[in-house]
């Protein structure tokens, strides 16, 4: 890279006047050329910011012009794809919004395809020398200068005394005015320079697109407003900007009543070249869609290159016409609704904390430094007052939106607060079959705010305890939220008592449910090796459909229930789940199935169904019958078949013979017994045809309920 630079500077060195001049001309020309930098601008300052969780920040603009006047907000390349995209300008007095203009780019490699040079960003040196084939030189600081045209650059691999291979030796062959070809090597005490003026006119025009790289990043968006008067203009449009995170601190006295002072923080960053001064800030927990497409870089296509026909001649023609669709028609009034007609909006109540302090007692003072957050609060608690943070609901987000104007300058972050209130914690620890145990705050949201998804830390007794994250707790919510492994807590399953039984048997139109009770009993021992006591939450898994039993649950959730186990120290403490529930069992009864065997074990099960089941048992027996003796008649009827046949073909085959009158007896014989057994068959066919139809009848007439007795069912 470093002899890339090099080489580029040695062929660049016409002056330093000729050089400065090339790279200012195009520079005054521009701006001579750009309307829209020109005349008085006014600029527009930042007034309102609001933050969303998916990276994108809302941001509003707004002062004030007079008469016709053009109004300047400065962007990044990147912010204005965005920008260009959801770009929104108000004129509250009237005023009328000429065309939106900012200064456009071409592509680097846009514009380097139309220098002579043919040079890419980034070129090799060989790609250098290669562009100024054919020029005419002058190579110094090799022996006598060296004057002529530049043939070639040409790369060697040279091999030193000791057989090392060296990959690095560049070697230009010039051809001079007497015809002679001179071979340079370039090292760091060759310079070329070039003879020709177009030529250095070409590379400071490539230097100047190269250099001309970091001006892109900066555009500068310009709007006419013309009106009479002065106006309120606001100007508003959506960028990328870091996801703003939330975190909490939960901070309990020393001694315990019921509740922890719950601070919250969210922690902004403003990253988008701009100050904010004394903007209205918003901090909106939701993620709406959003995208991203290069509206500010101009997009070349490819089009195809037709060739021209010399030859071929093309006689005219004629084309179908395409069916016409019905236009589609967008209502005239159209309106984005972005909140619902119920806006809530309401202060934080119940602010503590004036003090400087968190807690009670020595160790409570955190957040009491000197340092400056945010708004400018040198202590934490003072952040907080009546009104200071207030919520608006709207869609499916929630918003914080802070009354007092915040200030953040660009490239820089801050902590700015969103609660600060006392709410009901109780310490417990939970437990779950396959995990160990683990310290927990079970926290109730009596605040009117939403605490958003963050980290939270826990305080306790004016120490460092343990922290975690939290997923949104809304008002009136409760939410357990661990925080620390308690190893002084060992939980153990000493027994489980699983069973099940018959409870229920109904036959309706034909089908047999059969319900069974099943039940389930586990205990669990809680030991407790701290010298204090412990509330132990216990999840048992929480079956579907299923009845807890002689134990209420002290919270339910989704798959477990939560079981509060009081455990005193150095002691154990035991605790029984019982649930039951149903499993149904579902049988379609059948006439051409033979389900006898099933319902003689539902009869041993339930000996009640007997009376009503006995007709159907005893008519599927039959119909089971009826099909063996079918399966028998019909082997018969093959059997003589076989017969028939044989007796058929030794007949044919002694025709005409003495010895043919025998064969033809047993060929009757045959056909007697094959017609009997085709009769036969027929006739039981038709007899388990009746008996079927019996079942169906028997079947269809089914219609009874069995309460099963608990004894001597159980299974």
Not at 334 to 362: C, D, I, L
Not at 521 to 531: F, G, I, K, M, Q
Request: without cysteine.
């Amino acid at each position: 890279m470093g002899r890339f630079l090099w080489v580029v500077l040695a062929l660049a060195s016409v002056g330093a006047s000729v050089m400065a001049q090339a790279a200012a001309k195009p520079v005054a020309r521009q701006k001579a050329v750009d309307p829209v930098l020109t005349g008085a601008v006014k600029n527009l300052p930042v007034r309102k910011v609001v933050l969303y969780k998916n990276g994108v920040g809302y941001f509003e603009h707004a002062g004030t012009v007079e008469g016709t006047q053009r109004v300047a907000i400065d962007f990044t390349s990147a912010q204005l794809n965005d920008v260009l995209q959801s770009l929104t300008v108000l004129d509250e007095g009237g005023g009328r919004i000429g065309g939106v203009n900012y200064n456009s780019t071409t592509p680097i490699e846009q514009q380097l395809q139309s220098l002579g040079l043919g040079l890419r960003d980034f070129p090799a040196t060989i790609a250098v020398y290669q562009a100024f084939r054919g020029q005419r030189v002058e190579v110094t600081g090799a022996g006598a200068p060296v004057v002529g045209r530049l043939v070639n650059i040409e790369y060697r691999r040279l091999i030193d005394k000791n057989g090392a291979t060296s990959e690095d030796h560049y070697f230009l062959i010039v051809a001079t005015d007497s015809g002679a070809l001179r071979t340079t090597e370039l090292t760091d005490a060759v310079s070329v320079r070039m003879l020709d003026a177009a030529m250095q006119r070409q590379l400071s025009d490539y230097l100047r697109v190269i250099g001309s790289a970091a001006d892109q990043q900066a555009r500068h968006l310009i709007f006419n407003d013309s009106g009479q008067g002065e106006r309120a203009v606001r100007v508003s449009y959506i960028s990328a900007v870091p996801v703003w995170k939330s975190t909490y601190r939960m901070v309990f006295p020393r001694e315990a009543n019921g509740k922890a002072t719950v601070q919250g923080w969210a922690v902004v960053d403003n990253t988008v070249g701009a100050d904010w001064d004394n903007v209205q800030l918003s901090l909106v927990a939701g993620a709406p869609q959003s995208f991203i497409q290069p509206l500010s870089q101009p997009i070349y296509t490819h089009r195809p290159e037709i060739p021209i026909a010399t030859a071929a001649q093309t006689a005219p023609q004629t084309h179908e016409a395409a069916e016409m669709a019905a236009p589609t028609r967008l209502p005239r009034n159209v309106e984005m609704v972005a909140e619902k007609e119920e806006r809530r909006s309401f202060g934080v109540a119940g602010m503590e904390g004036k003090g400087g302090g968190y807690g009670a007692g020595s160790g409570g003072n955190f957040g009491g430094g000197s340092y400056r957050i945010g708004l400018g609060v040198t202590r934490a608690s003072d952040a907080f007052a009546e009104g200071d943070v207030a919520t608006n609901a709207f869609d499916d987000f929630f918003e914080y939106s802070l009354a007092q104007p915040v200030t953040i300058h660009k490239n820089e972050s801050a902590m700015v607060p969103i609660l600060q209130q006392e709410l009901p914690a109780e310490h417990v620890t939970l437990w779950h079959e396959g995990t160990a145990p683990l310290r927990a705050v079970w926290l109730e949201n009596t605040s009117r705010l939403t605490l958003d998804a963050g980290s939270f830390s826990i305080f306790e007794s004016g120490e460092f305890a343990g922290e975690g994250l939290l997923d949104p707790i809304h008002p009136g919510e409760r939410r357990l939220l661990s925080y620390a492994a308690d190893q002084a807590v060992r939980v153990r399953v000493v027994e489980r008592k699983p069973g099940q039984r018959l409870h229920h048997v109904s036959v309706q139109k034909g089908v047999i449910i059969e319900t069974r009770m099943d039940e389930s009993a586990v205990t669990y021992a809680v030991a407790n090796s701290a010298d204090l006591d412990r509330v132990v939450l216990i999840e048992a898994p929480r079956m579907a459909n299923w009845t807890l039993d002689g134990v209420k649950a002290d919270e339910t959730a989704a798959g477990v229930y939560r079981f509060k186990v009081p455990v005193a120290a150095h002691a154990t403490a035991k605790l029984e789940v019982r649930q039951h529930g149903p499993e149904e069992t579902r049988v379609e009864l059948n006439a051409s199935q033979n389900q006898t065997q099933y319902l003689l074990d539902l009869v041993q099960r339930t000996p009640q169904a007997l009376a009503a089941l006995q007709p159907v048992i005893e008519a599927q027996s039959a119909v089971a019958k009826l099909g063996v003796a079918i399966g028998a008649s019909k082997q018969s009827e093959e059997t003589a078949s076989a017969d028939e046949a044989r007796a058929r073909e030794n007949l044919t085959a002694l025709k005409g013979n003495v010895a043919a009158k025998r064969f033809v007896e047993d060929l009757n014989r045959a056909e007697d017994a094959l017609q009997t057994a085709r009769k036969h068959t027929t006739e039981l066919e038709a007899q388990k045809q009746t008996a079927i139809e019996k079942v169906d009848a028997l079947i269809a007439g089914l219609s009874f309920d069995w309460d099963v007795k608990e004894a001597g069912n159980r299974e």
